[in-house]
């Protein structure tokens, strides 16, 4: 056996969101938002499950920390809740709102955990979705306006901004397949919507750095790695749309100003009728710290000239491992991507702000957690990520996805990722994991023994 240590001052995290965890959906002077809204709507989620109460966070944070404590957790990604801070999502502020957050953080901080903050998770004021949501431009003000509170309250004590988890999922998945809130079912909308997020995310960042605050800001991307079933190029150009159709939509406005010329060409009239403004890409491409990287699964991919997909038709090898996502368990496609990162886009420092697996975990006859995948799954890709570290990219970070089994939007609780385990029928009594254990003696010596 062999130790692989990771670089002196690594972080190692685990990371939530707000809706998945917090419950107390009406509390405290909380507003609706568009997943309190979809969730109570029959057929969206699974078992008609919903965030009212999930897994009570709310009203449980001080031992959740106990247990991010005990786990030994240098750092906390979380989401501050938009309808707690501003119920309206523009006006009044919700002090009772700020007050919560305050109390997360000073638990985290009496930790010694550095606390992490997404904040944009997806639950979008039902107000401003009244006002047509993130596809109405107007969005982008109220954006700047509930992070400038943000900034404000929380600036000297936050260590790092992060202004929205998954731009392409809140776009695609939300406006595009209509999965997630709120629903809506239009290619164009959603891809105005994914225009808006980005400029929200620019303008989000001047007002960041007008603030003069002395912590970093950047923006979390969910990114796969793309790969052709097979060496011929029309699989290749297929496997190449993919990538450019997750990845390229959000890395290149970001980084290079531009929206990937070979989706913008498939996207034709949606592409041009789109309310691209005269500044917004250079707005979008404002410089940021670091960027956040959620990786869970490759895309394998062959070319179908009657698929309307992009003439791409997704492939799963026989012989790969799934998660319970039915996600193909693929560590090496987070080295690539790390490596793809460091080569075509930026050289500025990378956290995976996500990574995880859900298993259908029991309570076993001891009382314990047994995850045996879980921990199979974490040390594979903490080895990719290794790796790609050893040849030069500035990893500085790792999240694991999740902190505790929580709400799995469409799929509701069905679905297990936590490294801590909710017992929903038994008051949500939390039960650490045999990975949180592992996850803690990685975390003790900096180091992975392979
Ligand atoms: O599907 C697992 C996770 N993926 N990224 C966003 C999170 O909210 C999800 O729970
Ligand atoms: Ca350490």
Known sequence: MSRLYFPKDFIWGSATAAYQIEGAYQEDGKGESIWDRFSHTPGKVANGDTGDVACDHYHRYKEDVELMKEIGLDSYRFSISWPRILPKGKGEINQQGLDFYRGLINELLKAGIKPVVTLYHWDLPQALQEEGGWANREIVKHFVNYAEILFNEFGDVVSQWITHNEPFVVAFNGHGSGDHAPGIKDQQVALQVAHNLLLSHGLAVKKFRELKLDNEIGITLNLISSYPISDNVEDNKAAKRMEDYINGWFLEPLF?????ERIVEFYGEKFNNLDIREDDMGLIKEEIDFLGIN?????????????KFLGIEGVKPQDSQYTAMDWEIYPKGLYDLLIKLNQEYTQKPLYITENGAAFDDKISEGGGVHDQDRIDYLKAHFQSAYKAIQEGVALKGYYVWSLMDNFEWAYGYSKRFGITYIDYENNQRRILKDSAYW??????????EV
């Open 256 to 260: 290079k100003g531009r929206y990937p």
């Open 439 to 448: 996850y803690k003696n990685i975390i003790v010596n900096n180091s992975l």
């Open 295 to 307: 990786y869970y699964s490759r895309s394998l991919v062959r070319y179908n000239k009657d698929s």
